[in-house]
């Protein structure tokens, strides 16, 4: 299937639509917080292959999490806060190593890895307001998590991970909660980094998906940074 090749020195991408039936849109493109602030505004999400060119796709349809119709299991949010300690922001970058550790595995260098070009560009990220961490601790030790960009009222997810049973199940979960006592519309799940067991997720068509993550991004235009 034809897909198209960005130049390194326009941030542009065509329609999200234009992607073929499997949802690779474009290849190609330098990198930079720029480039991927406006492919998350587009409807578009990236695969970094470690040693071939970024890959951007947006496939039909996308799976998020619409937070207005989903019910937390209050109870289980409950009973693993009483396990762990949740913090948020609290050390941004020892979450994003922790995430190389489990999928930068020796030999299997696939779409999951986590390059240093891209730890840099959401270290950059975070410093400008836009990514973000739920942190799961446990006798002072970081034992799960996830990260993330918010713009305006759509949280994009990035990697979740965890050493410790459930505690990748509390990131999730807590994440959720908070956003929704935010009044965030959705999470996007589409990375199978950012995949969580036996947690319910929606569908959402491609142009719908595109069309509210273009309005979201008019609307916070003048105010993207998130108190999250």
């Known amino acids: 299937m034809p897909y198209f090749e960005l130049k390194n020195d326009e941030i542009s991408f065509p329609p999200a639509y234009f992607a073929d039936i499997d949802g690779l849109l474009a290849v190609g493109g330098t990198m930079s917080t720029e480039r991927l602030l406006l492919a998350y505004n587009s409807g578009i999400y990236y695969?970094?292959?470690?040693?071939?060119?970024?890959?951007?796709?947006?496939?039909?349809?996308?799976?998020?999490?619409?937070?207005?119709?989903?019910?937390?299991?209050?109870?289980?949010l409950d009973t693993l806060l009483e396990d762990f300690e949740v913090r948020v922001d609290s050390n941004f970058e020892e979450v994003l190593r922790a995430c190389q550790n489990q999928y930068n595995i020796e030999g299997q260098m696939d779409n999951r890895w986590l390059t240093e070009r891209m730890v840099r560009t959401f270290m950059e990220l975070h410093k400008k307001g836009y990514a973000h961490t739920v942190e799961v601790w446990k006798k002072g030790k970081l034992v799960g998590g996830l990260f993330g960009v918010a713009i305006g009222k759509l949280f994009f997810g990035e990697y979740g991970f965890s050493t410790e049973e459930h505690a990748d199940?509390?990131?999730?979960?807590?994440?959720?909660?908070?956003?929704?006592?935010?009044?965030?519309?959705?999470?996007?799940?589409?990375?199978?980094?950012?995949?969580?067991?036996?947690?319910e997720q929606d569908e959402m068509p491609r142009l719908e998906y595109m069309d509210l993550c273009k309005e979201n991004a008019n609307r916070f235009a003048d105010h993207a940074y998130t108190e999250f």
């Open 47 to 76: 695969w970094h292959y470690p040693l071939k060119h970024i890959k951007w796709w947006s496939p039909d349809p996308r799976i998020v999490i619409k937070l207005d119709t989903h019910e937390i299991p209050q109870p289980r």
């Open 169 to 199: 199940e509390l990131a999730i979960l807590f994440l959720i909660d908070r956003l929704q006592h935010q009044d965030f519309i959705l999470i996007d799940m589409q990375k199978e980094t950012f995949s969580f067991t036996n947690l």
